[in-house]
């Protein structure tokens, strides 16, 4: 099984910054996407980024120019760099992977328990 955790979120000002981590633990033979989802009260979750083994990206378009995501394959880490927050970023945010274990050698997608990030106006 692959187990997510993330960490970073909090509370920040308007304008402000978060950066939040995510690590992949458990028996994996490979991650290929690594993504941030996010869910606000009310609203269905939402893709935020994601990134592809190759480097290939894909935001929100809510969020382009403020958020970078980014990995470090060895760690099995993602990040998401947020800058210049708003009100309406505020979310659970969680941390995604689409990777092959023993138990299931086929693309899966695994899910961290998720993060609180609220911005302040």
């Known amino acids: 099984q692959v187990q997510l955790v993330e960490s970073g979120g909090g509370l920040v000002q308007a304008g402000g910054s978060l950066n939040l981590s995510c690590v992949a633990s458990?028996?994996?033979?490979?991650?290929?996407?690594m993504g941030w989802y996010r869910q606000a009260p009310g609203k269905e979750r939402e893709l935020v980024a994601i990134l592809t083994t190759g480097d290939s990206t894909n935001y929100a378009e809510s969020v382009k120019g403020r958020f970078t995501i980014s990995r470090d394959n060895a760690k099995k880490m993602s990040f998401l760099q947020m800058n210049s927050l708003k009100p309406e970023d505020t979310a659970v945010y969680y941390c995604?992977?689409?990777?092959?274990?023993?138990?299931?050698?086929?693309?899966?997608?695994?899910w961290g328990q998720g993060t609180q990030v609220t911005v302040s106006s």
């Open positions: 458990g028996r994996i033979i490979r991650i290929n996407t």
């Open positions: 995604n992977c689409r990777a092959m274990s023993p138990t299931r050698p086929w693309n899966s997608d695994y």
